[in-house]
């Protein structure tokens, strides 16, 4: 088998013609001296082949090439080399063009001292822990490639791309669990009267049963709870609290919430209400 060289990134990173259909080759030092139209073996040093199948994403890939530095372009396609390492899994391949727009643009921002804040770090960082790990190395990276320091928030958004890359591209419901966490958590605190420790266990908790939670409700399982009647006796105000905050999901996400789940969240209410108060 041997490659085409179409365009050459960095000494590591090679956009190749296969048969018709673009390939992204990165190993160590396959790009030294390469240009257009130079044969690479498949013997050459190749650790990884990535595919773009999907038509639409090789044009905005295409596209993504024609406006975006080719430097930044081959150390984000190292940086998806090593997050796929790291999981150990493949990714939605669609990552070869948001993470790549989004750092390109970011690197752009931050050149220019502008940083967006990321009102969801937190709750991210709680949500998708493994994934954030993992965004950060990208980020440790990039700051010693391109020698720009990348602050917290733009962790958080690069978790999400990862996170989504995951999960078939389903940025919507990754953005969705972060907000609706962050309102709820909230909501709680305004009703309540007290502050949730972002860096607690309890809120660590609280988040991933949420998240659960969240995706019980759009898939239309349940989780049965036996001890209702008890909770709605016990738990009074934090029963009815939960049963407002199942009106704020049933909104947001357009799907019933029953009382099993409202039971649930009494229960983690009661005890941020206990340890928080």
């Known amino acids: 088998m041997s490659f085409r060289t179409k365009k050459v990134f960095n000494n590591n990173v090679v956009l190749v013609d296969y048969d018709g259909k673009e390939k992204i080759l990165f190993g160590k030092g396959i790009g030294f001296g390469k240009k257009h139209g130079d044969k690479i073996d ?3 040093n190749i650790e990884k082949i990535f595919t773009l199948d999907n038509d639409e994403n090789s044009k905005n890939f295409e596209n993504l090439i024609n406006y975006t530095d080719s430097n930044v372009i081959g150390m984000c396609e190292e940086a998806i080399y090593m997050i796929q390492q790291e999981l150990d899994e493949e990714l939605d391949e669609k990552i070869h063009i948001s993470l790549t727009d989004h750092i390109a643009f970011t690197l752009k921002r931050l050149q220019s001292n502008e940083e967006i804040q990321n009102p969801f770090l937190v709750e991210t960082e709680t949500l998708y822990n493994k994934e954030f790990k993992i965004a950060t190395k990208v980020a440790r990276f990039i700051e010693k490639t391109m020698g720009i320091e990348i602050p917290d928030g733009e962790i958080g958004f690069i978790t999400l791309h990862i996170h989504t890359a995951r999960n078939s591209g389903k940025l919507s419901n990754t953005i969705k669990y972060a907000f609706l966490s962050n309102t709820v958590i909230e909501y709680i605190e305004d009703n309540l009267d007290i502050y949730v420790d972002r860096q607690s266990l309890d809120y660590a908790r609280f ?25 709605k006796d016990t738990f009074k105000e934090s029963f009815k609290l939960a049963e407002s905050i199942g009106k704020i999901l049933e909104d947001e996400i357009d799907k019933t919430v029953d009382e099993n789940e409202i039971s649930y969240l009494a229960m983690h209410i009661e005890r941020l209400k206990n340890t928080n108060s």
């Open 42 to 44: 498949a013997k050459d």
């Open 207 to 231: 988040i991933t049963h949420i998240r659960f939670s969240i995706e019980r409700i759009l898939e239309g399982t349940t989780v049965k709870n036996d001890l209702i009647e008890v909770i």
